[in-house]
């Protein structure tokens, strides 16, 4: 079995996230290689000034593909604690299989299960599970297309006064959109819609829209902006949080 190793080594450049996506990201986690690839990363910090700021950033991005099958584990820990309490305080564990249908690339099958919490929107835990299936509609050299009409069960119970709970399932619908403009120069679009069996009125939308330079062989760099949009978030949180960000990525 060959086993590929994946180092990335990100570099936040002029912005930093400020806050983080209410619908978890999957596609651009995606590799095509066969074989484990792995992104490992730690951060903390102690800042000792008028008040104590202390930061703990996690990552672990874990994929293993083998012909028809593939894994992917992800894991992603932020916290931004001062002296008066939390400032930022939201994670996520994800897990999901696909297979592929034997003699067809056009049709894969996917299930997962995620766990979620973001203290910033009174998240106190999300449990989904999901199943379903993603079509490649287009899979050409420059152009690369995917939608995927999925459903999920959804427990949630927020951190408000009243600790509401909810349980229904939503349909968990994306699209992926890749073009290369040239060796040097491409383009990512990414767009989630999950409205809720009962009531469709109740529904988050999320996208990602991306830009790449090949700077050299393994030195890119990214731009993008993402923003998720809640249409019944809880009291007195607000329906709308987006970012901007650059990466200065080194792959091996």
Not at 96 to 107: A, E, G
Not at 127 to 133: A, D, S
Not at 237 to 249: A, D, E, M, P, S
């Amino acid at each position: 079995m060959k086993i590929k190793k994946t180092c990335l080594l990100t570099f936040f450049l002029i912005f930093t996230i400020t806050s983080f996506s209410q619908i978890v990201n999957i596609e651009k986690k995606r590799k095509e290689e066969n074989g484990f690839q792995t992104t490992i990363g730690l951060y903390f910090n102690i800042d000792e000034t008028n008040n104590r700021i202390t930061e703990l950033k996690n990552l672990i991005d874990l994929q293993y593909s083998l012909n028809s099958h593939t894994f992917i584990l992800l894991n992603d820990i932020k916290l931004l604690k001062t002296d008066k309490g939390s400032l930022t305080n939201n994670g996520f564990q994800h897990l999901r299989y696909n297979y592929t249908i034997k003699d067809s690339s056009f049709l894969t099958l996917e299930a997962f299960g995620q766990y979620q919490y973001n203290e910033q929107k009174l998240l106190q835990h999300r449990i989904l599970g999901g199943v379903g299936p993603r079509f490649r509609i287009i899979n050409e050299k420059k152009i690369k297309w995917y939608i995927a009409p999925l459903i999920m069960y959804e427990y949630e119970q927020l951190s408000d006064s009243l600790t509401t709970e909810t349980k229904f399932m939503r349909w968990d619908a994306y699209t992926n959109f890749n073009y290369s403009l040239s060796k040097l120069l491409s383009f990512n679009l990414i767009a989630y819609y999950q409205p809720a069996f009962s009531n469709y009125y109740d529904f988050r939308i999320s996208g990602e829209a991306g830009i790449r330079f090949n700077i050299a062989e393994y030195l890119f760099f990214d731009i993008s902006y993402s923003a998720d949009y809640n249409n019944l978030p809880p009291s007195d949180v607000q329906n709308t949080f987006w970012y901007f960000k650059n990466r200065l990525i080194f792959k091996l």
